[in-house]
């Protein structure tokens, strides 16, 4: 049993939200509770500032947008807390996705003004999939805010997810008071930067009388009585599960309610876990090392065109200079350039055990989705899943003779990970993506790093879907204005359909083929 008691004071959380909700405010306060920064405005900074540096984030820094994913580790209350960010935009794109892979816990910010948006939508799901505790951070509370049982009611109702109230605000805008801790019978009160620990009386209690507007008081009382009485149990497991979000009301740009969020977070989170193989588990305190590569994020220093790989540690413990074996190709490989990312920089680092991620630098040795351990035994982590893309290009060089470069730069950034690749009879180039900003992310790295045009044409498809069927089956007759076929770059069949009606009409028409959402990344590409 390695490392056990080391282990459980580590916890991995992804913090998702709807751009503008406060993602980066809450990260920052965060990051200074730990000591990590000392500046609040530092996380800003370091993407108007240190991106600015590295050129292909010259998009990022255009459409003031964070394009890369980045980690940050940090400690507080004897424990250490890795945070993985993710892009905030509409045009995020599949590494959002992969990043929630790789976490075991999850920090929903919601702007208390506007409820559940799109984009929290979409990135709830892929929690939910993976059944991970969510957490919900309702921000903003120092401006006008909707109604907050209103607030809970939309959680409910538009993600599907149960939530209990572990704080509550008192008042709203500018009669906003504070809020109640109903786990620890406190109140913490905003302007007077107070905490009252209440008798047992709690809310009806004395001590409140004459400290809170009578209004509020009255307010408060028959709202909480209202979740005492129709709101949801406090239930550690069902947190545990994903089955049940805790909610926190607070102000991340104040920095109120945010400590408060963070030591019910610690005492409420999962500390890393065991992890699926394809033949079985791997568990935390394994002796062997083991991880896996859930991003690869290239050109942090243009000049050498490096990339660094991101890896969970699953079980062990990482040595720098150790030697490893990477699954996929059974080779061996010293582990000697390793770092640790930091809130504004990156550290050497000699050691790190399960629940810690570390950065590799890499020269096109690793891929998504790879597996690397000392154990004697063969060891696959569990693929990550491909998302199905919902947009798909037609793309060639602008110039032909450029072919070489084209292809080699389309090649390695689609085993990166940056967009998906297809081909069709004619052996067009099709990339797939889930957001726009792949596409120009594609275009950028191709031109600046493979020194190559290019020109994308739209195609009128929304849905792929893998299929299922063997090698003698005529899957072109299948095809119409609707539906065409591709090959991914593992050269499996996949019909692109126009829109959803097309595919159900699809599968009214043909039954014999069975047809698949999502297929794994990491099939063998040798
Ligand atoms: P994001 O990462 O989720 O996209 O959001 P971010 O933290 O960048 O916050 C978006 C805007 O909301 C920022 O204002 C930020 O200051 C503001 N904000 C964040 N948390 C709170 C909060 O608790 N209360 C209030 N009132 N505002 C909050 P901005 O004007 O767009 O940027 P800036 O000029 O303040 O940097």
Not at 13 to 26: V, Y
Not at 249 to 258: M, P, Q
Not at 510 to 517: C, R
């Amino acid at each position: 049993m390695q490392n056990q008691d080391q282990i459980q004071k580590r916890r991995i959380f992804g913090i998702i939200s709807h751009p503008d909700a406060g993602k980066t405010t809450l990260t920052e306060k965060l990051l200074l509770h730990g000591g990590a920064i000392r500046e609040a405005g530092t996380v800003k900074a370091r993407r108007n500032d240190k991106f600015a540096k590295s050129d292909w984030m010259e998009i990022e820094k255009k459409r003031g947008i964070s394009v890369t994913s980045s980690v940050m580790q940090f400690e507080y209350d004897d424990k250490i807390i890795s945070i993985m960010d993710t892009p905030g935009h509409n045009d995020f794109g599949e590494d959002t996705y992969r990043i929630l892979t790789s976490v075991d816990n999850a920090v929903m910010v919601i702007d208390a003004a506007k409820g559940i948006e799109t984009q929290t939508k979409k990135l709830f799901s892929v929690c939910s999939m993976r059944h991970i505790p969510v957490f919900t951070f309702i921000n903003k509370l120092d401006r006008q805010a909707r109604d907050p049982l209103e607030l809970m009611e939309e959680l409910e109702e538009v993600l599907g997810l149960p939530s209990v109230a572990i704080t509550w605000p008192i008042g709203n805008g500018i009669t906003f008071e504070g809020v109640y801790d109903r786990l620890e019978n406190q109140v913490h009160l905003y302007r007077q930067k107070k905490t009252i620990t209440l008798d047992e009386k709690g809310i009806y209690s004395d001590m409140l009388e004459g400290v809170l507007d009578p209004m509020n008081l009255t307010n408060l009382r028959n709202e909480i009585d209202l979740l005492d009485g129709a709101g949801n149990e406090f239930n550690i497991t069902k947190i545990y599960n994903g089955e049940l979000s805790p909610v926190f009301f607070g102000s991340a740009l104040v920095d109120f309610g945010v400590t408060t969020f963070l030591n019910h977070f610690l005492k409420m989170s999962k500390f890393p876990g065991t992890r699926k193989t394809t033949t079985g588990e791997v568990n935390p305190t394994d002796d062997f090392f083991s991880g896996f590569i859930f991003k690869i994020q290239a050109n942090m220093n243009p000049a050498h065109r490096d990339r660094l790989a991101f890896v969970r540690i699953c079980s062990g413990t990482f040595e720098r200079g150790m030697n490893v074996t990477l699954s996929r190709t059974g080779k061996t490989l010293k582990l000697s350039q390793s770092t640790q990312l930091m809130a504004n920089e990156r550290e050497i680092v000699d050691t790190a055990i399960a629940g810690d991620i570390i950065g590799l630098y890499d020269s096109g040795t690793y891929q998504i989705g790879d597996t690397i351990t000392n154990s004697k035994d063969k060891l696959f982590f569990e693929p990550l899943p491909t998302f199905p893309p919902e947009l798909f290009r037609r793309v060639s060089p602008v110039n032909s003779l450029k072919g070489k470069n084209f292809h080699k730069g389309v090649k390695q950034l689609a085993q990166e990970g940056t967009i998906q690749i297809y081909r069709n009879d004619f052996n067009d180039v099709i990339l797939g993506a889930v957001g726009v900003l792949q596409f120009e992310v594609f275009e950028y790295r191709l031109k600046n790093e493979y020194n190559t045009d290019i020109r994308m044409d739209n195609l009128d498809y929304t849905v792929a879907r893998w299929i299922k069927a063997n090698d003698s089956v005529d899957l072109k007759k299948h095809e119409n204005s609707r539906c065409t076929l591709v090959y991914d770059r593992f050269d499996r069949p996949v019909y692109l359909f126009s829109n959803m009606y097309a595919l159900n009409a699809f599968e009214d028409r043909v039954k014999d083929l069975e047809l698949i959402e999502a297929l794994n990344v990491t099939d063998e590409e040798n």
